[in-house]
């Protein structure tokens, strides 16, 4: 006989057990080496719930034949996503089991003298039955009861639970045994065939399997147990199809899980009349199925808690809202004309103020502004453009041809921070609107876990952050989050719109393309700040998230009707029609500094820059016959500062070395600035010659 457990749990002396025993009809108190008696008994058969494998081991270590079925936890969804079709794909869940087992208990599994199960059933096996036997002494023993195998259960005080102990009734033992053959009979090897062999071959104890090793598992399943696994039937697999936006999104953890879930049950079955059943295996190993662990960031979703949580539902293309106590509801609603046509006028009052308190008063400036309130608006559909980007023409890398950082840079009393108050009003934030840099921080750096966790979500409200320092941006660590977020944010997520300082503005064009840049800066006239604050509070009283749910009302009617959401340059297009519509509907002019197309503000501020300093500098650019430019750069720049500023801000192809010197392409530097190109001296000497 296998050695007796020995488990260092149990309720502290004197102390009252919460672990209420009857044993053969009376008040008992017996410890967990007492209930489970390895001694006494040889075989353990039973159906629970197990959260620690290493707990399960502890248990059944003595026993010299174990048959276990596997349960499901009562705080598991209500949709069994514990079902045959769950558990057959989830082969990491199935192989992290066996990995706590030490290597004894490990053999003995592939040995089949301990046998774990799982039913062939799509409904919750939520059953506690415990059987005890031996079969030398006719000893038997029935437990049932509410405790699930875990030591939370069987401690004695950590949470109230009961079982009933029936020994040597051979009715009862009887009855529960033909009930326990009849499930066990009908259900399948939690551990795969594939490791029991690998377990004799390596008589290792870490179990260790690549991704394609992992696909195999499961087609071999599939292979093994395709005419016996039960169909789905369309009720519970159209239930399933829908669980991602039907379940009240209680944890967002458990909702990643079951939509990925979903994705690859729907992929690996087919209907067939009212059910659904597995695909042959040859198909689905021409599909290169994949599985790996459900991996989903932690979000710190307290931090975050001005957005409201906006979701997309697959069925209507409607944005939902989750409420505090977790229920969804429609969150795309149809505004009343009289809604929409105040807001439209709150909006355009707004921009209109910085040209009327501001000290320049051009209209490109009041675009922006607008720019970035129609960004906020699309946000929540820019994940869906950037997936398909993807599919139509056919490459990952399309994806960061959607930003999904927008920075409004500006000076200080640019009104910058303002623009992301009014915006978070606008889309129905919680005050104070947005939050500071602070909060997503640790230490002196962004905190990139957190970050990437948001991107990760699929809260699609954004992310309003106000004075992002550059270093985010030009550091290793921001630059590495905007770099992973852009390049490999998949599915449903968010997006980021923040602040920053625009002297201190200056990024790489790693980031740069990665990142829709709005220079807002053209700064209040403090003469005017009484009038200016009394003409905002008018507009934070007026506005609310009113404007913002009927976009999504129209958005999801764009989506359904097929209508184009974006043209290739500009992502932007359906909110700019949908807002001219909403002009014409109300018999508003349309203003003249409404943007038709997306701005390119870095580019232009770089050629300004550029501009300047050939016009004030044309003597330190040597124009050279190979079509090159010879810049005297350290008389040019004193600065090694204004150095790396100034290389930042070139255009694509200007630049033809930059390492210790700076050479320019001389057609390229000379069209990116707008000057013409300036003929070589000996060329000119030459086309002067020919012309007389």
């Not at 359906?574 to 390119?600: G, M, Q, S, T, V």
């Amino acid at each position: 006989m296998a050695e007796q457990m020995t488990l260092d749990i149990g309720p502290v002396k004197g102390k009252e057990s919460t672990l209420f025993i009857v044993l053969n009809g009376e008040q008992a108190n017996l410890s967990i080496e007492e209930i489970f008696d390895s001694h006494r008994f040889k075989k353990f058969m039973a159906i629970s719930y197990v959260s620690s494998p290493r707990f399960f081991a502890k248990v059944v270590k003595g026993f010299e034949e174990v048959e276990f079925i596997l349960g499901i936890d009562s705080a598991e969804q209500a949709i069994n996503f514990n079902s045959v079709y769950s558990l057959l794909i989830d082969v990491n869940k199935r192989i992290d089991f066996i990995k706590e087992f030490d290597a004894e208990l490990q053999t003995r599994v592939s040995e089949d003298k301990v046998k774990i199960r799982y039913c062939n059933t799509n409904l919750p096996i939520h059953t506690k039955l415990y059987l005890l036997e031996n079969p030398d002494t006719g000893n038997t023993r029935v437990i049932i009861g509410s405790a699930n195998l875990t030591e939370r259960a069987f401690s004695g005080e950590k949470q109230y639970e009961n079982i009933a102990i029936f020994d040597n009734q051979p009715e009862i033992f009887k009855i529960y045994l033909e009930w326990f053959k009849k499930l066990f009979s009908n259900s399948f090897d939690f551990v795969p065939e594939e490791i029991k062999k690998k377990i004799k071959q390596e008589k290792a104890q870490t179990i260790v399997l690549d991704k394609e090793e992992k696909a195999n598992i499961v087609t071999n399943e599939i292979a093994r147990n395709l005419y016996h696994i039960v169909p789905l039937s369309q009720e519970i697999f159209e239930e399933w199809k829908a669980s991602p936006q039907n379940i009240q999104y209680q944890a967002e953890l458990q909702a990643n899980e079951v939509r990925q879930k979903t994705q690859i049950i729907a992929a690996i079955t087919k209907k067939d009349g009212k059910v659904y059943r597995l695909k042959p295996p040859q198909e689905i190993r021409k599909m290169n199925i994949v599985v790996d662990t459900l991996v989903s960031n932690s979000l710190k979703e307290d931090q975050l808690q001005v957005r409201q949580k906006l979701i997309y539902w697959d069925k209507n293309d409607l944005i939902y809202i989750v409420s505090e106590d977790n229920k969804t509801a429609e969150f795309s609603q149809k505004a009343e004309k009289d809604e929409i046509k105040t807001h439209i006028s709150l909006i355009t009052e707004f921009v209109e103020a910085y040209r009327k308190f501001t000290v320049t008063k051009e209209d490109k400036h009041l675009g922006k502004v607008m720019e970035a309130i129609l960004y906020a608006f699309m946000s929540v559909y820019l994940w869906k453009i950037r997936e398909d980007l993807v599919i139509q023409y056919g490459g990952e890398s399309y994806r960061a041809n959607v930003p999904i950082f927008l920075v409004l840079g500006g000076r200080a009393y640019s009104g910058k921070t303002t623009a992301l108050e009014i915006i978070g009003m606008l889309l129905g934030n919680y005050p104070p609107y947005f939050i500071s840099y602070d909060t997503i921080r640790k230490g002196n750096v962004a905190d990139r876990e957190l970050l990437e966790g948001f991107f990760g979500s699929e809260y699609l409200a954004p992310i309003l952050v106000d004075e992002m320092p550059i270093s985010f941006f030009t550091g290793r660590t921001g630059e590495n989050i905007i770099k992973n977020v852009s390049n490999n944010a998949k599915g449903k997520h968010p997006v980021m719109i923040c602040t920053t300082n625009m002297n201190e503005f200056n990024v790489p064009q790693q980031i740069l393309r990665r990142i829709y840049y709005l220079q807002i800066d053209s700064e209040f006239d403090k003469r005017y700040n009484l009038e200016s604050q009394e003409h905002l509070t008018k507009i934070r009283r007026g506005i609310n998230s009113t404007l913002f749910k009927d976009f999504t009302y129209r958005m999801g009617e764009l989506i359904r009707e097929g209508e184009p959401l974006y043209l290739r340059n500009d992502y932007l297009y359906a909110a700019r029609k949908i807002f001219e519509e909403y002009y014409r509907e109300c018999k508003i002019d349309l203003p003249e500094w409404f943007p038709k197309k997306p701005f390119n503000d870095y580019e232009e501020r770089g050629k300004r820059w550029w501009q300047e300093k050939y016009k004030h500098h044309k003597e330190l650019f040597q124009i050279r016959p190979d079509g090159t430019i010879y810049v005297e750069i350290n008389e040019l720049f004193k600065d090694p500062k204004e150095k790396d500023f100034a290389l930042n801000m070139l255009g694509p192809g200007c630049i033809n070395e930059s390492s210790h010197i700076l050479i320019l392409n001389e057609k390229e530097f000379f069209e990116y600035i707008g000057e013409k190109k300036k003929l070589n001296p000996v060329i000119r000497l030459i086309k002067g010659l020919v012309k007389s």
